[in-house]
């Protein structure tokens, strides 16, 4: 890490679990202002920006400021941000399926889009510079929401996520009830099953490569344990959802895109 940065993960209590991942928080007091590149994991987020909040690319290759608070959907594509200032973040990972309810939207209006929360946080304090008091506020706030809301999830849809977690077969359907199902899970998580499986299969490949001094041999090696068919497929699913190359990845990224998915590679080998 850099002079100051640090990273820390905080694990949800019991009446979380079902719904948060994980909750994070980052700090870099002295961020390099170099553009970083997030890669999707099939996970949507709430972040919340306690310092300065990044900049985004948008469409046309503009920098805009994002709100401090933002709930980040799915990402079907990589998302170019940039640190403007002294960086603080506290965070919640959802699991893919089960930020329905928190947002009340169908997720689907969320995919690749990084929603205003600024009013819904309105009045949420967290300690500056205590990553656990920040994690213990998010949390908190959390907590209260579930009561409030009443947060639910879909068996199925959650079945269908933890196969395609695990490349694994979904049970067998009629193709009615299949499509009944696909409509629910694009409500639920904001993409198709297939997507959702196409980006576990690259995360896998990702965080191999990027978590380790990973030669060209070994990222095909691993991309085959992965569920690629060959090189060429790998190769566009890198370019679909990072938009580059693994080694160019490696080579230009740094900061809060490296961490996240450094640690997203500690937790997956500690599984």
Do not use: N
């Amino acid at each position: 890490m850099g002079q100051g940065e640090r990273y820390e993960e905080f694990a949800p209590p019991p009446a979380l679990r079902p719904f948060i991942r994980t909750l994070w928080t980052y700090a870099a007091p002295e961020p390099s202002g170099a553009v970083q590149r997030i890669a999707p994991d099939g996970c949507p987020e709430l972040v919340i920006d306690l310092a300065a909040p990044y900049e985004e690319q948008d469409e046309d290759g503009v920098f805009r400021p994002q709100p401090p608070v933002i709930f980040a959907g799915q990402m079907t594509r990589p998302m170019a941000i940039r640190p403007v200032g002294p960086v603080e973040i506290v965070a919640a990972r959802f699991e893919p399926d089960a930020a329905r309810d928190f947002l009340d939207l169908p997720l689907v209006e969320a995919t690749d889009r990084r929603l205003d929360l600024v009013a819904r946080l309105a009045g949420f304090s967290a300690p500056s510079g205590d990553p656990a008091g920040q994690a213990a506020a998010l949390r908190d706030w959390l907590e209260a929401q579930r009561c409030a809301g009443d947060w639910r999830l879909d068996p199925a849809v959650r079945a269908e996520v933890a196969a395609a977690e695990r490349e694994e077969d979904g049970p067998s359907l009629s193709p009615a009830d299949r499509r009944a199902l696909q409509r629910r899970f694009r409500d639920r998580v904001g993409v198709a099953p297939r997507t959702l499986r196409s980006i576990f299969r690259f995360r896998r490949v990702f965080d191999h490569a990027t978590g380790q001094d990973a030669d060209a041999a070994s990222w095909l090696e691993a991309g085959l344990a992965a569920g690629y068919f060959d090189q060429p497929q790998m190769a566009r699913d890198f370019r679909r959802f990072l938009g580059c190359t693994a080694t160019e990845w490696a080579r230009e990224q740094a900061e809060l895109a490296r961490q996240l998915a450094s640690q997203s590679y500690k937790r997956d080998g500690q599984d």
